[in-house]
């Protein structure tokens, strides 16, 4: 199993990022799929899920309204569209899989600054 995630950078407060997620070695459009995030000295904190089909979409209280997690089965991919990013919103983000345990992506720096 192997997750690939793209798309960090830095950007300034109120803008956007989109990030990507890429799986392979599993059948992905049979699992839920999720996306945490970790600042420094924090734990590490889940932000989105999606079921496998994509019909439902679950949020954290911190970026309800603003972030919207979605999938292309057809590409065994995971997004995660974030919208009037705010500093507090700097963090490494990680995309997430159960497959018979935890797997993690690398992560991707995200930076929200003027």
């Known amino acids: 199993v192997q997750l690939v995630e793209s798309g960090g950078g830095l950007v300034q407060p109120g803008g956007s990022l989109k990030l990507s997620c890429t799986a392979y070695?599993?059948?992905?459009?049979?699992?839920?799929m999720s996306w945490f995030r970790q600042a420094p000295g924090d734990n590490r904190e889940l932000i989105a899920s999606?079921?496998?089909?994509?019909?439902?979409?679950n949020y954290g209280d911190s970026v309800k309204g603003r972030f919207t997690i979605s999938r292309d089965n057809a590409k065994n991919t995971v997004y995660l569209q974030m919208n009037s990013l705010k500093p507090e919103d700097t963090a490494v983000y990680y995309c997430h899989v159960y497959w018979g345990r935890d797997y993690w992506g690398q992560g991707t720096q995200v930076t929200v600054s003027s």
């Open positions: 999606i079921t496998p089909g994509g019909s439902r979409t």
């Open positions: 070695g599993f059948t992905f459009s049979n699992y839920h």
